[in-house]
């Protein structure tokens, strides 16, 4: 089935909009600057939507709704805490380009829970462990990503009692 | 009559995608540009004078200047490097670095147009409370190690 095009947070973008048009009038330096700043972030954000593109078109082509309600859903037990973890992870980029993925598959019967545990889990960093590692010393990284998990965990069970 | 039921085929689930991530582009509009201003008007070194003023209060500027700022998590790691030579608790340091990467003040506002408000401050409320405990946890854990 075709999906019918329905954009979000348009409101939002109006307000962005008017203001960047002030920062223009009142502080054009620095307004110039930040829409610059928009801009790199943008394109180095490029490659990233291409990946989440892919990956959200493989994971409707490869699983089914049933599927997802199975792997994600309200019995996904274990597992989806699991796969949710990883994800959260390996996932690169901001958390906001993760959105258009996750709410789709949240149609899908993607538990909010899984969602927070997704979230959180993003603060497990891998490529930032040698830089954290070097800061504050290897126990500290061990601990704290331990603490980061299990309290991915604990989110998602509460997620999931409250959403109810 | 009974109708065979079409399995999508690739490029259908493909355009599905991209019609998906279309919908919130305005939302990732949203964000980048409101990102763009932060990184302009919250600078690191505004962020390291905020620290300073006790314990406690350092705790609390940690876990909100994090929520607040922008940037890639590297950026958080060499702002704490700089304030732990300057003599801040490294449980004010953990709520920083932590709140950085999993709490984002100006992404709310998307996220709730995208999950709902009440998926978003309940996950927001959590990951907050979460952020000051894990960096409460982490210090005493250490502390039995060495």
Known sequence: ??????????KLLILVFIAYIFLFIFDNTNALEALNKSKNILSTLLPIFAFIIILTALINYFLK???????????????????????????????????????????????????????Y?????????????GIFGITYTIVINIYIVLFAII?????DKLMK | MKQKQ?????KKAMINSIKSFASILPVMFSIIGIVGIFQIYITPSMISSFFGYGNLADIFTGTLAGAVATGHGS??????????EQGVSLYALSTFTLAWVTLGLIQLPAEASVFG??????????????????????????????
């Open chain 2, 117 to 146: 408000v009440k998926f978003t401050f309940y996950r927001n409320i959590l990951a907050f409370f979460s952020t000051m405990i894990i960096a409460y946890l982490t210090i005493i854990t250490i502390g039995l190690f060495s």
């Open chain 2, 75 to 84: 950026i958080s790691f060499i702002i704490a490097e700089g304030l732990k």
């Open chain 1, 1 to 10: 089935m075709n999906k019918k095009l329905e954009f979000k947070g348009t």
């Open chain 1, 65 to 119: 709704p049933k599927q997802i309600l199975k792997h994600f859903g309200e019995d996904s037990g274990k597992a989806g805490v699991f796969y949710s973890i990883i994800g959260g992870i390996l996932s690169h980029g901001p958390m906001y380009a993760w959105y258009s993925m996750l709410s789709d598959m949240r149609k899908h019967g993607l538990k909010d829970g899984l969602i927070a545990v997704f979230f």
């Open chain 1, 155 to 159: 989110q998602g069970k509460i997620i």
């Open chain 1, 121 to 133: 889990s993003r603060a497990v960093k891998l490529p930032l462990l040698p830089l954290m590692i």
């Open chain 2, 6 to 10: 079409q399995e999508p085929s690739f």
